[in-house]
């Protein structure tokens, strides 16, 4: 059995590749493909980007749903040492446009289920090629030979989700990439015969990490063209599953959707994105989905704490303690022991893409401040309690969502909660809710507002509630606070 890369060499699919030509690679629908057949496409791939007239250094953008194709075009540009920026698919055609204005790229590579969102956004800044059909009509240019990446290369630009703010990319080198996959593999353990279950968009960091860590480590990959809770049930009994990385919105609607019981081969279900309920946790154990919460960011290329499945029963709330090579402090100016949570490690980015201003006032000695407020518990275990900007400062006290959030999921009604602030005239701001109820079950404010008032201060219980079908949320499964704010409504409910 090929052995896990454990070095920066040649570019990761062609080292796998080389070491293991005939390994499961990739199953996207009915289309399975080894290392080997898997690097000829991206081979292939790369000679048509050179014949766009992109070389090394230069910028290539993706807007493009989940293929075959984008995951060769991805290992191209690595090939070529051409820096990847993928898009939002979700976008509208005037947040695509600000993306492309922000990183200037040389090309554009969309596919055609996006030609009426981009097709006004052509510019003679960019070659723009608006479909797969068009992609592999370009010729195949002569290409350099192989060589070895370099770590402090630029590997990709991932803009953040924009919840609290004007997107940002943050640019990540190959040597962000490769110490988070190590960082992950020896975490849990990740070997050669393991097959992830991505699930994830490859916008997104975390859908992204499964691909480059699956060809350093030497592991196959399930690719779907985006969530289903059925699919991904299925999947997971006829794939031979062994790995998932998911938000904890999707898996709870995995379990809601499971109704033959435990995966016969699933180990491990890495879950992030935001706070992991402890109702969770304890709804996968009972069909043995062993849960390993996670935190991270895209500025750290993915996951840098992690809970080990026995910690998340035991530690509930906690999302684990750094994964080796990172450091991490909270910043409490005040002594309490909560404070705003910074990170030190190989993973950390290089710095905001063409935004200096921006790069200094998150990267300083070597430390990223997150925004994020956290503590560590007498063990050292990380429990995020929320971002900085989502504190709710009402009346002078301090109220932290994640905290009413997971009380009000502790109601057996309530399948999902969202607390947010809304200005008041008396107290600043005011605590208000939106929640949605299981499937045949329903909860009144009234009864919300008692269950939180044996639980929470006066003061931390939300004074609105309103009950949407489901909540906004963003790619990653990041609750859009901005939009409930904006629709909440003007009385406190009762």
Known sequence: MAKPIDACVLPWLWERAHLDPHGFALRFESRDLTFAELAAGAEAAARRLVSLGLREGDRLALLMDSSVRIVELIHAAQRLGIVLIPLNTRLTVAEIGVLLDASDPGALVYDSGHLNSIGALRSDRFRAVESIAEFDSLPLAPIPELKPIQRDAPNTIIFTSGTTGTPKGALLTNGNHFASALAARNNIGAKPSDRWLDLLPLYHVAGLSILLRSVIDGSGVVLHRGFDAAAANQSLREDRITLLSVVA?????????????????????????????????????????????????????????????????????????????????????DGSGRGEIAIKGPSVMAGYFRAAAETRAVLREGWLYTGDIGHFDSDKFLYIDDRRSDLIVTGGENVYPAEVEAVLLSHPALAEAAVYSVEDPEWGHRVAAAVVARAGLQASAQELRAWCSSRLARFKIPTTFSFPDALPRTASGKIKRAILRSSSPPKPSI
Request: glycine share 10%.
């Open 249 to 333: 919105t999707m898996l709870a609607r995995m379990l809601d959707d499971n109704r033959e019981g435990p995966y016969p081969s699933l180990r491990c279900v890495l879950v992030g994105g935001g706070p992991v309920p402890p109702e969770l946790v304890s709804r996968a154990a009972v069909v043995g989905v062993p849960i390993a919460p996670t935190y991270g960011l895209t500025e750290t290329a993915s996951q840098v704490v992690t809970a080990n499945p026995k910690d998340a029963i035991r530690k509930p709330g906690s999302c684990g303690q750094p994964l080796s090579g990172n450091r991490i402090k909270i910043v409490d100016p």
